[in-house]
């Protein structure tokens, strides 16, 4: 299969998605928080009070350092976690109210992408058994001639052979495994995927590769994707929104390029100060540099979880927590610098 865009340097350019967004919900979270009880009446607070729309069609990329709740979220989502509170609604019915039914169907509608194409897969099943667990396990094909064609052609759609379906995991180079398991996830025809940094572990020529084919199905298939990533410029190129999370919350959301191009929160100032500049004799920034670590989600400070690292902090950022405010046009920010 050929890759066009950045194949060659791994970096892909600037551009809109492939596939165009509608303003149609297809997942509505709100106020969802998920905390871990880790000891002597402590609490991980892996995501908290987050409220968002994902729409149908569209990439929402989700980002932000490790240890900031994006994949918790994203399972959560899922179901692979409950929710210690809050909503999320699928296509307008609220998911905490599903039947056994509900949910196995939602599951069949619903896919995850995992991080390590090494680990994700079982090595010790065939290709084409990793393919098709899901029609397995929901009883999709009637005879093993419809079983394999149904691999064959996932196989295809992922740019695979049909010949590497007796092959096991161990034989494939990182780029085709994570392949594999987006045939897999592909297996039941969902509508919506969690890419969970689905291509952070991939050398850097493959993501973009990768990246590529993650536009074209979705352009090919109507998928709807939750991106998550901490590469900013493969979120820039795949994506139609960012939501910027730090310790369990979103500080910013709205369109892609506009998010890039004038960062409206200090800590999403700080991601895109980072990212890499072409022309040398463009001024870096230091406030990435020069503003600490992220503390822990056990001790996130009582105003502003950004407060401890924020060059533009004030008493009530340091008392006082800002709520997302809309800023107009799709865009939502939480600071207190925009009150």
């Known amino acids: ?41 402590r609490t991980v607070k892996a995501v908290d009070d987050v409220t968002f729309t994902v729409y149908r069609g569209e990439t929402l990329a989700l980002v932000g350092e490790s240890g900031c709740g994006k994949s918790t979220l994203g399972r959560t989502i899922l179901g692979l976690y409950k929710p210690t509170s809050g909503s999320i609604k699928y296509q307008g019915k609220e998911m905490s109210g599903f039947h056994s039914a509900d949910r196995k169907a939602f599951a069949r509608k619903a896919q995850m992408i995992f991080q390590d194409p090494y680990a994700s897969l079982n090595p010790r099943m065939s290709v084409g058994d990793i393919v098709a667990e899901g029609l397995d396990i929901h009883h999709l094909c009637k005879t093993e001639e419809e079983r394999d064609a149904r691999i064959e052609e996932l196989l295809h759609l992922v740019g695979l052979n049909s010949e590497q379906a007796d092959r096991y995991p161990s034989e494939f180079s990182g780029g085709q495994r994570q392949r594999i398991g987006i045939a897999r996830a592909l297996a039941l ?41 901490h590469n900013l410029n493969m979120v820039r190129y795949i994506s139609h929104r960012v939501a910027v999370m730090y310790l369990g919350t979103i500080v910013e959301l709205g369109d892609a390029e506009e998010v890039f191009q004038s960062p409206a929160h200090p800590y999403t100032q700080m991601l895109v100060d980072v990212l890499p500049v072409a022309d040398p004799d463009v001024p870096r920034k230091v406030l990435a540099r020069e503003s600490g670590e992220m503390p822990s989600p056990i001790d996130v400070p009582v105003g502003c979880p950004f407060c401890t690292r924020c060059p533009h902090r004030t008493e009530r950022c340091e008392k006082e927590r800002p709520h997302l405010r809309d800023m107009g046009d799709g865009r939502q920010v939480a600071c207190h610098l925009f009150d």
């Open 189 to 229: 025809n969902p509508e919506f995927i969690v890419c969970d940094e689905a291509v952070s572990a991939l050398d850097v020529s493959i993501q973009a590769q990768i990246v590529n084919l993650l536009r074209r199905l979705q352009s090919q298939m109507g998928l709807t994707y939750l991106f998550i990533a």
């Open 1 to 41: 299969m050929s890759e066009s865009l950045g194949e060659a340097t791994g970096v892909p350019q600037a551009g809109a998605p492939a596939a165009t967004a509608t303003k149609e919900p297809y997942l509505e979270v709100a106020n969802l928080k998920k905390y871990f009880p880790v000891g002597h009446h």
